[in-house]
């Protein structure tokens, strides 16, 4: 019987498999746009293939991952060419499936992105707050007042939305 030898590259398809789009709905939060986040995606994999850092658990690998998706992000949306650029598409839907989520949906991604961030990995990817600070790189009260501030934000809206 032959034994077959792990491939290097076996590791990085299984991380890819599990994690790919986690990061990419992250880089959609952030970026908006479909390329963006692909491209995103794909460059966080490719920065963990080169670092190839070692990891206590999955736990460990998958805040890794989001941290590095998230300030890779904040690096393109930084640049001056993102600045200036002329936005030809509206922000790409998200499918949910009602049409009361996906006016929820609509609304969450109308936040400004820090706020934006934070209610995306709190509510949909289920990150208490501590985590999500040691992942955004802020402190938690930080990321309490951005969850309050969100919440608020949509709690306008929703009002607003509603007939008088």
Same mark, same amino acid.
């Given at each position: 019987?032959?034994?077959?030898?792990?491939?290097?590259?076996?590791?990085?398809?299984?991380?890819?498999?599990?994690?790919?789009?986690?990061?990419?709905?992250?880089?959609?939060?952030?970026?908006?746009?479909?390329?963006?986040?692909?491209?995103?995606?794909?460059?966080?994999?490719?920065?963990?293939?080169?670092?190839?850092?070692?990891?206590?658990?999955?736990?460990?690998?998958?805040?890794?991952?989001?941290?590095?998706?998230?300030?890779?992000? !904040?690096?393109? =949306?930084? &640049? +001056?060419?993102?600045?200036?650029?002329?936005? $030809? @598409?509206?922000? /790409? #839907?998200?499918?949910?499936?009602?049409?009361?989520?996906?006016?929820?949906?609509?609304?969450?991604?109308?936040?400004?992105?820090?706020?934006?961030?934070?209610?995306?990995?709190?509510?949909?990817?289920?990150?208490?707050?501590?985590?999500?600070?040691?992942?955004?790189?802020?402190?938690?009260?930080?990321? !309490?007042?951005? =969850?309050? &501030? +969100?919440?608020?934000?949509?709690?306008?809206? $929703? @009002?607003?939305? /509603? #007939?008088?």
């Amino acid at each position: 019987m032959q034994r077959s030898i792990p491939r290097p590259g076996d590791q990085v398809m299984k991380t890819y498999e599990t994690y790919a789009d986690t990061l990419f709905r992250i880089a959609m939060v952030h970026l908006g746009r479909r390329e963006d986040a692909e491209e995103a995606t794909q460059d966080t994999f490719i920065k963990l293939m080169e670092k190839a850092p070692a990891f206590n658990d999955a736990e460990h690998q998958k805040a890794w991952l989001i941290r590095v998706i998230t300030n890779h992000c !904040k690096t393109l =949306l930084g &640049r +001056g060419w993102r600045k200036r650029e002329v936005k $030809l @598409e509206t922000l /790409e #839907p998200v499918a949910a499936e009602d049409a009361e989520d996906q006016a929820l949906i609509e609304l969450v991604l109308s936040l400004p992105v820090k706020y934006r961030a934070v209610i995306h990995l709190y509510y949909y990817e289920d990150y208490p707050v501590r985590e999500i600070s040691d992942i955004l790189q802020i402190s938690e009260s930080a990321v !309490k007042m951005r =969850l309050k &501030r +969100g919440r608020q934000l949509l709690k306008l809206e $929703l @009002e607003g939305a /509603e #007939p008088q």
